[in-house]
């Protein structure tokens, strides 16, 4: 795996669907945990003087790279 940084816009227009594998969907956020994460990024986005705004790591996985094959070991 390799991390690379990117601008937010640019990474949500990569795909037009994203998808939670079923094995993430037990962790979930609060509202109010949405609604900071949310204030935050417009917050970042509206400043003239925030250049670059850290709001945590994605784990982005292109389609098919996921799939479990009947060769692949199961973990």
Request: net charge positive; hydrophobic share 40%.
């Amino acid at each position: 795996m390799k991390a690379t940084e990117a601008k937010l816009l640019s990474f949500l227009q990569k795909s037009p669907q994203f998808v939670i594998p079923i094995y993430q969907r037990t962790y979930s956020w609060t509202d109010k945990q949405c609604r900071q994460l949310w204030d935050d990024i417009l917050r970042a986005g509206s400043s003239d003087t925030i250049a670059v705004h850290f709001i945590g790591s994605i784990v982005y996985v292109e389609q098919g790279l996921s799939q479990v094959t009947h060769q692949a070991p199961l973990l």
